[in-house]
């Protein structure tokens, strides 16, 4: 079974500070991958970044980069320069290995959430 | 390029009813998945549907079926409601690696 823990429940970040958001996962699969998605308060996910468990290098979009140390079994989120737009709730997620034809479901964690103050 | 949306956008419903939530895909995608997400909680998944047919479903009671149409979108009916059946309810399409998240339809049960 694949496990997504997040032990924050929530943070605050001075503006234009940057900011890591903790995230371990366990699994027995070989090959996964992992998510972080963006939840503002209207409710929609926004995929931020994606790490792929053969991935050699660490994943960047933009101002996200991902924090993966395998060995470890986390995945942390680097937040750089907050914005005051960064103020949401952040979710870890994993799929475990793709079978024929599509994409396997996604295992959530419970979610932290992060203030960015002015 | 339209996303993910989602029908209706809020629904209250009272105990023992019936309810049906709808989903279009994303331009392209084949895949659609359904989450439940309850306050304070992350998504957990409900099922997937692709080329038609439920190929992989989480653990949710037979109350909780779906559908998908040639057209890819997808309807979540859910019957004989509870009251923990209030929550916010995810669709995501998918065609390879990424899923994209619709807005959510938000379902109060009385």
């Known amino acids: 079974a694949q496990k997504i823990t997040q032990t924050q429940p929530g943070m605050f970040v001075q503006e234009k500070e940057a900011v890591t958001l903790d995230c371990t996962y366990d699994?027995?699969?070989?090959?996964?991958?992992l998510f972080w998605y963006k939840q503002p308060s209207s409710g929609e996910m926004i995929f931020l970044i994606y790490q792929g468990s053969y991935d050699e290098q660490n994943a960047t979009e933009g101002r996200y980069s991902l924090n993966f140390q395998k060995a470890r079994k986390s995945a942390n989120l680097v937040i750089s320069a907050s914005q005051l737009g960064d103020s949401a709730m952040y979710f870890c997620?994993?799929?475990?290995?793709?079978?024929?034809?599509?994409?396997?479901?996604?295992?959530f964690g419970k979610g932290m959430k992060l203030t960015v103050n002015p | 390029d339209a996303g993910v949306t989602q029908s209706p956008t809020h629904l209250i419903k009272t105990r023992g009813q019936q309810v049906t939530l709808r989903c279009s895909p994303k331009?392209?995608?084949?895949?659609v998945s359904w989450y439940q997400q309850a306050l304070g909680q992350g998504p957990q998944f409900i099922f997937q549907?692709?080329?038609?047919?439920?190929?992989q479903r989480g653990n949710f009671p037979d109350r909780f079926s779906g559908h998908q149409f040639p057209n890819y979108s997808s309807e979540l009916n859910v019957n004989a409601l509870l009251l923990g059946d209030s929550a916010l309810y995810l669709c995501?399409?998918?065609?390879?690696?990424?899923?994209?998240f619709g807005p959510g339809t938000r379902l109060t049960v009385l």
């Open positions: 549907y692709y080329e038609e047919e439920e190929r």
């Open positions: 331009s392209g995608h084949d895949t």
């Open positions: 699994t027995s699969d070989q090959s996964y991958g």
């Open positions: 995501a399409s998918s065609f390879d690696r990424e899923q994209f």
């Open positions: 997620a994993m799929r475990g290995t793709i079978t024929q034809g599509g994409s396997e479901k996604l295992v």
